[in-house]
């Protein structure tokens, strides 16, 4: 079984400052990460997900993601961030399924973290 | 397009009262999932399935919850009787599951936000 730890359940940042969320798995298989985000009063958005290949991962709104497999990490990072980017992100871990079983993919979510930005 | 649709937003009722939850994904989805947010529990998966087939049910709190997948653009989440505790926020999420392994990500409704008095 994977599991997902974020650490930070708060992170308050001044507007233009630049941020790092922080995400952690356990896992004793390879994994695929995502990173979600959520706005007041609705569901969870997609912002860039890790399947292989670099690790380095860049996702919509100016966010990326470094994949370190030693660390077993996946932070979430923007240079800059904006008084929009105030929301709750969740970092996420499913495993690896081979094509054509006819199953789908099954999310484990970490408890997320708020992140609140200010003038 | 449309994404996945869910009714009602907000639903308030009394304890003891049957609950329904409606959800309808994004056509051409082949995986649905049934997930509960709360402040304690954070998100929780309940339920999923695969082209209509309930798949892992392992979630689901207890007998008094169950849900249906009757076709492709429609499911249910039923909690019969209610109670207080199970007042969240309850969401609905589709992917395309089969022929792509776990890599396609899951694209969630806005949630109905249940209160149980």
């Known amino acids: 079984a994977q599991s997902v730890t974020q650490l930070d359940s708060q992170v308050p940042v001044f507007e233009e400052a630049p941020v790092e969320l922080r995400c952690n798995y356990s896992s004793s298989v390879s994994v695929y990460l995502f990173w979600y985000v959520q706005y007041p009063n609705q569901g969870l958005q997609l912002l860039l997900k890790y399947l292989s290949g670099s690790t380095l991962v860049k996702g919509i709104n100016g966010f990326e993601a470094e994949f370190n497999k030693s660390q077993t990490s996946f932070h979430l990072r923007k240079p800059s961030v904006h008084i929009s980017d105030t929301a709750e992100y969740f970092c996420?871990?499913?495993?690896?399924?081979?094509?054509?079983?006819?199953?789908?993919?099954?999310?484990?979510f970490g408890t997320g973290t708020r992140l609140q930005v200010t003038l | 397009d449309a994404g996945v649709i869910q009714s009602p937003r907000h639903e308030v009722t009394e304890m003891g009262q049957e609950v329904t939850l409606r959800c309808k994904p994004i056509?051409?989805?082949?995986?649905l999932f049934w997930y509960r947010q709360t402040m304690m529990r954070g998100l929780e998966l309940l339920i999923y399935?695969?082209?209509?087939?309930?798949?892992?049910d392992s979630g689901m709190p207890e007998d008094r919850f169950s849900a249906k997948m009757p076709n492709a653009s429609f499911s249910t989440l039923k909690i019969q009787p209610s109670e207080p505790r199970d007042s969240a926020v309850y969401f609905c999420a589709s992917s395309l599951g089969e022929g792509s392994g776990s890599n396609q990500p899951q694209h969630f409704g806005d949630g109905t936000r249940l209160s149980i008095l």
């Open positions: 399935f695969n082209n209509n087939v309930p798949i892992d």
């Open positions: 996420a871990v499913s495993r690896p399924i081979p094509i054509n079983t006819g199953t789908a993919s099954k999310l484990t």
């Open positions: 056509s051409g989805h082949n995986s």
